[in-house]
C-alpha cells in the first residue's frame, strides 16, 4: 500500500494505492498559516478504517517551493562568489546581498590566489547583521575542487542556519547557473524544511513509519532526508506530479500541451510525439538557469 500526498498553494490531495489502483482519495484546503493542522488533519481523514501496517511507501509532491519563487516569499540570502580572473561577474548577483571575493582555483583544480580571510569575516558579519539567516558559497571551479568552497564553510561556522556550497549542487562546469541553483537552494530552504518538519509531524503521530519520498522536478523521486539538504531539486515537484498524472489519464502519442491551472499558478508542459520535452542541463525559473534536471514545464502565477 502507498500513500501519495500533494500539498499546493490551494489544495491538499491524498490518496491510498493499492494493487495500482486509487482506493481512496480526498482533497482538503491549503491553511497556510497552520500548515501542520491543514496536512494532518488531511492524513488522519484519509486513513480511517485503513491498516496502517500494510503502508510501504509515503510519496509526496507539493509545489511550496515554486509558490515560495513565484510569489517572491523566499528568505533572503547572502552569496559568497569567487569568480576569478576571466569575466565578469555583475551579472551574476542574486539574493539580498552578494560578497564578490579574492582567491582563484583554476580549471584542473590547482590553488592559483589564496583566499582572503578578512575579507570573508567582513562579508559574514555584514550578512549577519542584516539578519541575513541563509549564505550560498560559490567559486568557479569547484566542482574540480571543492577545497575553498569548504574552508570558506569552516570559517563562517555556525553563524547561518543555512549554508550551501555550489559543488554539491552539481558536477557540472556551468558557474552561472551553479551560482543560481546554489541560490535557490538558499532561498527556499527554511519553506521546505518547515513543510518536511510538519509532514514527519504528521506520520509519527498517526503512528507510521514507513519510509518517505518526494518528487524531483525530472519526474524521480528522492528521500525526505535528501530533500531537506538539497530543496532546489524539489522546485517543480508539484508541475511534474501534474504532469505525470495528466499523462496517465491521457496517454498520447502526437504533438500536445498540457495544462493544469491551480490555484497559484498554471503549469504548461509540452509533448512532441507524446514524449515530454526535457531540461537535462537545468529549468530556467523566473530569471534564474539552474543545474536542476526538469520534465520541461512553465508555471505562470495567477
Known amino acids: 500500500m502507498i500513500v501519495g500526498i500533494d500539498m499546493g498553494g490551494t489544495n491538499i490531495d491524498g490518496v491510498i494505492i493499492e494493487d495500482g489502483r486509487i482506493v481512496k482519495s480526498i482533497k482538503k484546503p491549503t491553511d497556510r498559516d ?10 488522519k481523514e484519509l486513513l480511517v478504517d485503513c491498516d496502517k501496517s500494510k503502508i510501504e511507501r509515503i510519496n509526496l509532491s507539493t509545489t511550496v517551493s515554486t509558490n515560495a519563487i513565484v510569489e517572491n516569499k523566499t528568505a533572503p540570502v547572502g552569496m559568497i562568489i569567487q569568480s576569478g580572473p576571466g569575466m565578469t561577474y555583475d551579472h551574476l548577483a542574486c539574493g539580498q546581498e552578494n560578497a564578490f571575493i579574492k582567491g582563484y582555483i583554476d580549471h ?5 590566489e589564496e583566499l582572503d580571510i578578512s575579507e570573508i569575516e567582513d562579508m559574514a558579519e555584514k550578512f549577519t547583521k542584516e539578519g541575513i539567516k541563509a549564505c550560498g558559497i560559490v567559486t568557479k571551479f569547484s566542482t574540480r575542487n571543492p577545497q575553498q568552497e569548504i574552508y570558506i564553510r569552516d570559517i563562517l561556522g555556525d553563524r547561518f542556519n543555512t549554508v550551501t556550497m555550489g559543488h554539491t549542487m552539481s558536477g557540472k562546469l556551468n558557474f552561472p547557473r551553479r551560482v543560481y541553483t546554489s541560490y535557490l537552494n538558499c532561498a527556499v530552504h527554511s519553506t521546505f524544511n518547515d513543510f518536511a518538519v510538519n509532514i514527519k509531524r504528521a506520520l509519527e503521530k498517526e503512528g507510521i513509519d514507513a519510509p518517505i519520498f518526494i518528487l524531483k522536478a525530472d519526474g524521480g523521486t528522492m528521500t525526505i532526508n535528501s530533500a531537506e539538504e538539497k530543496p532546489v531539486e524539489t522546485i517543480l515537484s508539484g508541475p511534474a506530479a501534474s504532469f505525470m498524472g495528466i499523462n496517465a489519464l491521457l496517454p498520447s502519442d502526437k504533438d500536445a500541451i ?3 491551472i491551480g490555484g497559484t499558478t498554471t503549469d504548461i508542459f509540452f509533448l512532441a510525439d507524446g514524449i515530454p520535452l526535457f531540461e537535462p542541463l537545468g529549468i530556467k525559473i523566473r530569471e534564474y538557469n539552474t543545474l536542476v534536471r526538469s520534465i520541461y514545464s512553465l508555471s505562470v502565477g495567477l
Open 258 to 260: 498540457l495544462l493544469d
Open 108 to 112: 584542473r583544480g590547482n590553488v592559483v
Open 34 to 43: 497552520n500548515p501542520f493542522a491543514a496536512i494532518y488533519s488531511t492524513l
